[in-house]
């Protein structure tokens, strides 16, 4: 049997002693493309943060292709959340890729002209060539989201964790990234992305966690993206999401599009 | 009495240089100036991109009581204990400063001011309790980067290889342009982005260790030149300045030379013709830099950003 890309086992973290994530069992299985959906402050980012092994778990662990964890991560490109970058940082959209490709090269050894065409064809593909020069303060924000993006294509990982990849980018954007998504997907890659809009969740990924402290569902979405299991993991705290939630979980995909243009 | 001296190109300018007794002399303190400001310039650049700047003024200050205690345990100034003390000294700030802010509700700002003012008041302490060091402290405020060429000679196994703070300053500049060579990969990506850097395997905290030993080392080498301020100033001058003109690190390191050529020589004669202490008059000269910097830069600068809002 082959292992697992991602495989957590009780896990439970806990800041200044209040539990964040509780008992979160969790198997991926490679080659899919996993959304995980809960309120804020869920734990969701606290979650990929603990298997990127930057928060300590109170208890459990994780696996990553049936490994140890600290070896493992440096098969997973992570793109953060968009805040979590100092973006006045003095480097351009190239270097930013550029350092992507810093886990292909050993120590010592310098950027080559090969990582300078992979850097090249991976903003290609977001594309941002013709701001390869630029400092990356001076781009939009979904120019920035694109930027990491590039860089995470640059890493050419087997497994790819993103925090909120489509916040605050326009539907061009999104366009992008999810037909990037699902590309990688065909190459066998394993993609697990944080996301807020209830309304495109179905049409985007094929497994969905459903995540509020603990685990309330994972599994293939039409199994997991039930009106019953939406509701229990937004409590009656959203009710506005909630009612998006029945309302996309019932009907067909044609309306959850033209609901997303409502919103 | 006239505030200021009148101002007369040739004695200002030319007659620094007007003898060869002189130029030796001068050039000295010149040479002295320009890697004291490459030094630190470089290191600083790296501070100041990752936030730290005020790292800088802590550790810079930080490090006193390490010197001060390696004096009176060898009763001389050798460079071994020096530096040594100095890197303990350096480490243990950096560790009280990281221990106070996450095991205490203090924030990070708090405990840098906390820790390195006691670190300095307890250097300073040691230093004028135990007067026959000869250390004085007003000089390490503002160094006397002036005697530079009367500093002692410096003696390898008996052989005389010429004064010593020049090779002390010149040893921990090829140190820092050899390292940044080297590691400039892993600085800049745990720079930018620690958990990148972490996820491959790039030691994280070791680098930033390195950084502060280089911190550490260049403040050693140039205190008694220009004193801590003008370090502090030369940490965060050169690459604030040439950020306004520059938007990527290389060039901005790269900036770091012309400046500290322009901030020693402006600094060296500005002193002469006010005759003033020449390592408060490069950081006046920087300041004066600074300012059109601010204004006219095209990365930022004031006025072009008026000129883009309208
Ligand atoms: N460093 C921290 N120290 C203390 N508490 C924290 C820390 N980081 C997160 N928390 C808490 O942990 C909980 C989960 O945070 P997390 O960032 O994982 O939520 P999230 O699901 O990503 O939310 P969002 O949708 O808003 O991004 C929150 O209640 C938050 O207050
Ligand atoms: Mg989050």
């Keep these: ?263 | 009495m006239t505030l200021i001296p009148e101002f007369n190109f040739s004695k200002v300018f030319l007659e620094p240089w007007s003898t060869s007794t002189l130029i030796n002399w001068n050039g000295q303190i010149m040479l002295m100036g320009f890697m004291v400001c490459w030094t630190c310039g470089i290191v600083g650049s790296f501070i100041v991109i990752r936030r730290m700047a005020l790292m800088g003024d802590a550790i810079s200050h930080g490090i006193l009581p390490g010197l001060a205690i390696a004096f009176i345990i060898s009763g001389s100034m050798g460079l071994g204990s020096m530096f040594f003390g100095a890197c303990i000294a350096g480490l243990a700030c950096n560790f009280s400063i990281e221990w106070l802010h996450t095991h205490t509700k203090l924030k990070e700002d708090a405990a840098m001011g906390l820790v390195f003012t006691s670190f300095f008041a307890f250097g300073v302490t040691l230093i004028s309790m135990n007067s026959h060091l000869h250390i004085d402290p007003g000089c390490l405020l503002y160094g006397e980067i002036g005697l530079v060429p009367l500093s002692e000679k410096w003696k390898v196994f008996g052989f005389e290889m010429g004064n010593r703070s020049l090779w002390t300053i010149g040893l921990v500049f090829c140190g820092v342009v050899i390292g940044t060579i080297f590691f400039y990969g892993p600085l800049v990506v745990t720079s930018f982005d620690s958990t990148l850097a972490k996820s491959m395997g790039i030691p994280v905290k070791a680098t930033h260790m390195s950084l502060m030993l280089a911190l550490a080392l260049s403040t050693v080498a140039s205190l008694e030149a220009v004193g801590v301020i003008l370090v502090v100033a030369m940490f965060v001058f050169p690459p604030v300045t040439a950020a306004f003109f520059l938007q990527r690190l290389p060039t901005i390191l790269i900036g770091t030379f012309p400046l500290g050529i322009i901030y020693t020589w402006g600094g060296f004669h500005l002193a002469y013709w006010l005759d003033c202490s020449i390592a408060a008059a490069i950081a006046v000269v920087a300041t004066l830099l600074f300012i059109p910097a601010c204004l006219l830069g095209p990365n930022g600068g004031i006025l072009w950003r008026l000129k883009f809002k309208t």
Aim: proline fraction near 3%; aromatic fraction near 8%.
């Design chain 1, 1 to 263: 049997m082959k292992a697992k890309p991602i495989e957590i086992h009780d896990l439970t973290v806990s800041f200044q002693k209040k539990p964040v994530l509780y008992g979160v069992d969790l198997e991926v299985e490679e080659g899919s493309l996993v959304g995980i959906i809960g309120p804020n402050g869920a734990g969701k980012s606290t979650l990929i943060k603990t298997i990127m092994n930057m928060i300590t778990p109170n208890g459990g662990y994780v696996k990553i292709f049936g490994g140890n964890q600290k070896n493992g991560i440096k098969r997973i490109g992570y793109v953060p959340q968009r805040e979590s970058v100092d973006w006045d940082f003095p480097v351009t959209v190239m270097d930013v890729i550029l350092m992507g490709r810093y886990a292909h090269t050993r120590w010592f050894r310098k950027i080559g002209k090969s990582d300078r065409q992979v850097a090249q064809a991976c903003l290609e593909q977001v594309d941002m060539t013709a701001f390869a020069d630029r400092q990356i303060g001076n781009l939009s924000g979904g120019q920035q989201q694109r930027v990491f993006l590039a860089r995470a294509l640059a890493q050419d990982s087997s497994i790819y964790l993103m925090d909120e990849p489509f916040a605050g980018v326009d539907a061009v954007t999104e366009k992008t990234i999810i037909s990037i998504l699902k590309n990688m997907k065909k190459e066998g890659k394993t993609v697990v992305i944080v996301h807020h809009d209830l309304a495109t969740a179905k049409e985007y990924f094929d497994h969905l966690l459903l995540l509020n402290m603990r685990k309330v569902a994972y599994g293939p979405i039409n199994q997991v993206f039930t009106h019953e299991l939406l509701q229990k993991t937004y409590g009656g705290k959203l009710t506005v999401f909630s009612e998006i939630a029945s309302r996309a979980a019932k009907q067909p995909e044609i309306e959850n599009k033209m609901q997303r243009s409502e919103n």
